[in-house]
Nanobody
């Protein structure tokens, strides 16, 4: 079993950058497929980006391609989400998630473990 803890959220202006962290404990991050999701008020939780288990292969939602980068530091047992060129529509609570299988589905129901979330607010 793995425990996940996000950090790095905050308030940023349009066009700015933030880096979110997802620290894992209990198991190594490379043992799981890992993903970032986000949920804005009144909306469903949606897939943002993810990394396959034991691989550098990644996937992104169309809305963040070219602006966000997901990567993992195995030595720190942490997954990151580098967010650049932020827009007001990126405002949401961001969650990291993990699943024991290798792939990174976009459905939130496919993930076994979740962090508590971190708020990202992009102001115009």
């Amino acid at each position: 079993q793995v425990q996940l803890a996000e950090s790095g959220g905050g308030l940023v202006q349009v066009g700015g950058s933030l880096r979110l962290s997802c620290a894992a404990s209990g198991r190594t991050v490379s043992s799981y497929a890992m993903a970032w999701f986000r949920q804005a008020p009144g909306k469903e939780r949606e897939f943002v980006a993810g990394m396959r288990r034991s691989s550098d292969s990644t996937g992104y939602a169309d809305s963040v391609k070219g602006r966000f980068t997901v990567f993992r530091d195995d030595a720190k047992n942490t997954m990151y989400l580098q967010m650049n060129s932020l827009k007001p529509d990126d405002t949401a609570v961001y969650y990291c998630a993990a699943r024991v299988w290798a792939t990174i589905p976009v459905s939130k129901n496919a993930y076994d473990y979740w962090g508590q979330g971190t708020q990202v607010t992009v102001s115009s």
